[in-house]
């Protein structure tokens, strides 16, 4: 499997029909959804809202995918439109908004310039997990935009997983689990397990252990053409712990002793529409305070 470079390409088009998804439980999603509504089909945009989990049949002919929420909205939506390849706006109406395009104090005229193709299509890595068991898949393949997150139970005891990326052999971890994180998921839950924040535009993986028990295993940046692969051990045969995968905070399954998680990029990035002139520095300094003192 070859590298890839990821793009940031202005969009260059005008969309003439939008599905529209939003957090139920913001309260302030439907009143932005009437006035998103409001706005579109006075352009001429063709706009449907879209149920939690469209069908095939609602995302055919659908240029354009918006979603109303926050960062969550923003991962639910992402896993619906990627492998479609439907360019995905964010309105935050969350708290932090930190995958967002818009803000709803400039929905006006940030839809104008969407709508005009002043808008840059900038593709994010998304990765595809399976989990294997004997040799037979028993979960998976499913996408994650932010993370595969593999971690002890509620039994709160250390787990053996055994980590190789393509062929190499990575480490052998032992603690309460590992988060591998794509870059854009490196400002999410590996960044508060003390993880390096990762430019978007890189084509790589992030391997961040949660609480190891050892002084010298830190993050791990490997190439993300290259398929990871973690299995769960155990250090006596008596141990039986419980442990478990998530993707993007959604629960996957329950692991069983030899199973083994194998994570690789999704075919397709999601396609994530931004303004022209974004930086992502920028919105670290914005959202999340970064270098302040």
């Known amino acids: 499997m070859e590298t890839r470079s990821l793009s940031r390409i202005p969009s260059g088009r005008t969309f003439n029909s939008a599905l529209i998804f939003r957090n139920e439980a913001k309260l302030d999603s439907l009143r932005t959804l009437r006035l998103v509504r409001a706005l579109l089909r006075a352009r001429g945009v063709v706009v449907k809202t879209a149920t ?18 926050g960062d969550g909205t923003m991962l639910h939506v992402a896993r619906e439109v990627s492998s479609r390849g439907i360019p995905l706006l964010g309105v935050n109406v969350g708290t932090l908004g930190f995958l967002s395009g818009v803000e709803t104090s400039a929905l006006r005229r940030s839809l104008r310039d969407v709508l005009a193709g002043r808008f840059v299509v900038e593709e994010r890595s998304m990765f595809s997990a399976e989990v294997m068991r004997g040799g037979k898949r028993v979960f ?19 787990i053996t997983l055994s980590t190789r990326s393509g062929e190499r052999f990575v480490a052998d971890y032992f603690g309460d689990g590992l988060i591998v994180a794509t870059p854009t998921g490196s400002t999410a839950y590996s960044l508060a397990a003390s993880g390096p924040i990762i430019d978007p535009a890189l084509d790589v993986m992030l391997i961040a252990p949660i609480c190891p028990h050892a002084l010298t295993q830190r993050p791990l940046i490997v190439p993300a053409h290259l398929p990871l692969v973690v299995r769960l051990g155990q250090r006596r045969e008596s141990e039986v712990p419980r442990v478990l995968i998530s993707l993007d905070g959604r629960a996957g399954c329950e692991l069983k002793i030899g199973d ?4 690789c990029r999704a075919q397709a990035p999601l396609r994530l529409l931004l303004p022209s002139g974004r930086s992502f520095f920028e919105v670290l300094r914005r959202k999340l305070k970064w270098g302040q003192r």
């Open 52 to 69: 939690s989990t469209p069908s095939p049949k609602e995302l055919r002919g659908v240029d354009l995918a918006i979603a109303l929420g």
């Open 260 to 263: 083994e998680v194998r994570v």
């Open 140 to 158: 998976g393949p499913d996408l994650a935009l932010n993370e595969v997150v593999i971690r002890c139970g509620e039994q709160a005891r250390a």
